[in-house]
Nanobody
Framework: QLRLAESGGGLVQPGGSLRLSCDTS????????IAWFRQAPGKEREGVSIISSSGTTTNYEGSVKGRFTISRDKGANTVYLQMNSLKREDTAVYFCGAGYRPWSDYVSLNEDEYDYWGQGTQVTVSS
């Protein structure tokens, strides 16, 4: 059964850190690119970061570059998003998505290219 499940969200002060986890049980990570998206209240969902199915290529949305890091642990079937120096504008529901791109370095933050989604985890940055 293919499913994605996010965890690790919560309330954090500006400047703080959180690590989100995406449980990718059922997915062969050699075949799927995994990306993180987020949706803030009243805004459209936007791509945040992606790791290719090859595991060798990553990409980040401009406002999170240098602050967020995506990684994966194939043995644990988990993709992580380490978020440092959090800002109020990072407040959103964070989703992970899986797109079928076997053995590929291809990366895209176009949500139309993702077929599977988790339910999301809330991240709130506030003092």
């Amino acid at each position: 059964q293919l499913r994605l499940a996010e965890s690790g969200g919560g309330l954090v002060q500006p400047g703080g850190s959180l690590r989100l986890s995406c449980d990718t049980s059922g997915f062969n990570l050699d075949h799927y690119a995994i990306a993180w998206f987020r949706q803030a209240p009243g805004k459209e969902r936007e791509g945040v970061s992606i790791i290719s199915s090859s595991g060798t290529t990553t990409n980040y949305e401009g406002s999170v570059k240098g602050r967020f890091t995506i990684s994966r642990d194939k043995g644990a079937n988990t993709v992580y998003l380490q978020m440092n120096s959090l800002k109020r504008e990072d407040t959103a529901v964070y989703f992970c998505g899986a797109g079928y791109r076997p053995w590929s370095d291809y990366v895209s933050l176009n949500e139309d290219e993702y077929d599977y989604w988790g339910q999301g985890t809330q991240v709130t940055v506030s003092s």
